[in-house]
């Protein structure tokens, strides 16, 4: 309890938001158990399931980092306000649409359904211009070793990015100006929302989707960091992982590949190209991205062997968000 108390102290909206998810998650489960109806071709409750995991994941996220930062605190401390407001509101909007069976997003069909669309839209861009904020904010976070700042800024730099793609999805498609169903903004490229897609994530098989990069870019400002840690949990184990610059290296390596795949992710949506029938170029900058990634890792990991440089353990400050997690880790 004092760990939930402590957790909770970070920054008490966020959390707050966090917990709510955490019960709506579980209304959600519940919903897709007992309510057989579809919106769009899916189940009516699987979207906001998977929009109550990822607001989730990304309040306690922000909650963690802006607890810790020792400068602009009180600024940092209102724009994760503002992230917080801005995501219940989102998510309001997308459970009460899945209670009435109906789209939320892009839905322009009558003037409540518009009205609502345009609530979203604004909490979109306020959540963005205050993420924005916040990433700012933590290239002033003191960090306990290179590896895991520059994974961390590197994090939060591509969330950024996922975060902005989802403004791609907003402009009203060719069919949509041809043939107005109400209906302004897709997730699809290609063809009209609501065909077949991938078991619980929903992504198109047939078309390019832009909830893909969107998705992986928003994700990086966990998974950077969390390979960061990794990387230091192993230091231990792996005498070559030991000297932090080794593992600065290799974050940068990880975090260049994120970022490039992350561009062809969206390119291959743009152009239309299913995520499971990859063809062509984007096939090929695939292969390219994950050899070029082994590639430069194989690189630092040999050069480190054959030049071993000045081992400096650097001590985990007390203070650091990461300690205890590191030191978890390791143990």
Known sequence: MSSLKRAYAWHRPLMTVAALMVLCTAVCLVGAAIDPRN??????????????????LYCVTWAWLIAHLPRFRKMAHTAGTVIAVAVAVEQIAIVGAAA???????NV???????LWGVMAVSITV??????????LLFWMPLPTVSLTVAVRAGAALALVGLGLAFLMTGPTAEQLDNYQGIVGAHTVGVSD?????????????AGDLRIPHFV???????????????GALAGRIRILADDRVRTRLVIVAASAFAAMLAVLTTQA?????????DGAILIAGW???AASVTAAAIVLVAAARHPLQTERRPIAETSPFAETTEKVRS
């Open 39 to 56: 919106v769009g071709g899916a189940e009516v409750w699987l979207k906001p399931l998977k929009f109550s995991l990822s607001i989730l």
């Open 100 to 106: 009435s069976a109906t789209t939320s997003h892009f």
């Open 109 to 115: 069909s009558t003037p409540f359904a518009t009205a």
């Open 127 to 136: 959540l963005y211009v205050a993420t924005f904020v916040t990433t700012v």
């Open 194 to 206: 609501g065909g077949p897609g991938l078991p619980l994530l929903g992504w198109s098989t047939v």
């Open 217 to 231: 870019g928003m994700h990086a400002l966990q998974l950077v960091p969390l390979f960061a840690i990794a990387l």
């Open 270 to 278: 743009l152009i239309g190209q299913s995520i499971v029938r990859p």
């Open 288 to 290: 390219a991205v994950g």
